[in-house]
Each structure stands twice: as C-alpha cells, then as structure tokens.
Nanobody, 123 residues
Framework: QMQLVESGGDLVQPGGSLRLSCTASGFIFDFYSIGWFRQAPGKEREGVSCISHFGRSTNYADSVKGRFTISRDNTKNTVYLQMTSLKPEDTAVYYC????????????????WGQGTQVTVSS
C-alpha cells in the first residue's frame, strides 16, 4: 500500500527558509514522479512542484518559481522541498503524492493523501 509521510513544517518569519521532507513506503519509489501540494485555509489544494522518477525533470507553480527547489534521494525513498524567501501567502498544509507520470504528477496524483505538514509564515 502506497504511503507518503510529510514532515518539516514549522512557524517561520517572512523571508525565512524551511526544508520539507516526504518519505515513501509500500511501492517502488523510483518508478514514480512525486509532487508537492498545499492547501491554505479556505482554499482548494494546489500543486506546487513535481519531480520526475530520477530527478531529471522538475516543474514549479509560478507562485513559487525561483524560491522553492524540489529534489529527491531515491536511496532514502525521500523527496525534499527547500523553501526560501517565504511569504505569508505560503502559509498552508503541505502534502506530497505520487504520480504515474511527470505530466500527470500534479493533475492526477494516485497515492492516498497523508496528514500533511503545517507551514506558517508569520512575524
């Protein structure tokens, strides 16, 4: 059974940085693209970034481009999201999920949603 567990969320001041981790189990990790998503209070969940099976391809939502960096370590079944220059509008619960392909990673994730990790950007 596919399972992905998010961690690393925290309260951070505007302009600060955080690194989120997504650790997977129950499937062959390097067969799948992995995406990060977020859901702010009162808003729908949105795709933030995706990384392909071996990390050769990445994409980002316009709102985080240049500030967030996605990476993966297939030896640890883990995907990371390095977030810098954080803004109050980045406040959300962040989730990760697996996608069958890079193109469908953010539009049609196939793994169950986890608990997510809370990121709060506030002074």
């Amino acid at each position: 059974q596919m399972q992905l567990v998010e961690s690393g969320g925290d309260l951070v001041q505007p302009g600060g940085s955080l690194r989120l981790s997504c650790t997977a189990s129950g499937f062959i990790f390097d067969f799948y693209s992995i995406g990060w998503f977020r859901q702010a209070p009162g808003k729908e969940r949105e795709g933030v970034s995706c990384i392909s099976h071996f990390g050769r391809s990445t994409n980002y939502a316009d709102s985080v481009k240049g500030r967030f960096t996605i990476s993966r370590d297939n030896t640890k079944n883990t995907v990371y999201l390095q977030m810098t220059s954080l803004k109050p509008e980045d406040t959300a619960v962040y989730y990760c999920a697996a996608g069958r392909t890079f193109d469908s990673c953010l539009s049609a994730p196939i793994s169950p949603w986890g608990q997510g990790t809370q990121v709060t950007v506030s002074s």
